[in-house]
């Protein structure tokens, strides 16, 4: 065997291992309620807006049109955005 056979027999080995694991990946039926999602895990927090925040995600697209979600995105990024407490109140790091 040459060079160029050699390399060619590499080449189609390798692309069909990689159709084989694609179709065992897209085949493999997952059990959603195994997993925990980061929302389940922190959806007991003490902070109300994290849980409506993990509900409005939830909905997706229809998000986009929930008047709650809506008012929830708009608190977020408000706090978010908020400035910064004045630099006097902070304890000084030395």
């Given at each position: ?5 050699l390399a060619r027999l590499g080449a ?32 007991g927090s003490a902070d109300p807006l ?45």
């Amino acid at each position: 065997m040459d060079g160029k056979m050699l390399a060619r027999l590499g080449a189609v080995v390798f692309v069909v291992v990689a159709v084989v694991a694609t179709a065992l990946e897209l085949t493999r039926k997952e059990d959603r309620s195994a997993i925990p999602s980061v929302g389940q895990s922190e959806a007991g927090s003490a902070d109300p807006l994290r849980g409506e925040l993990i509900r409005c995600q939830e909905l997706g697209e229809a998000g986009t049109r929930d008047p709650a979600c809506l008012r929830i995105w708009a608190e977020n990024r408000r706090r978010f955005l908020a400035p910064a407490p004045p630099a006097i109140d902070r304890p000084e790091a030395r």
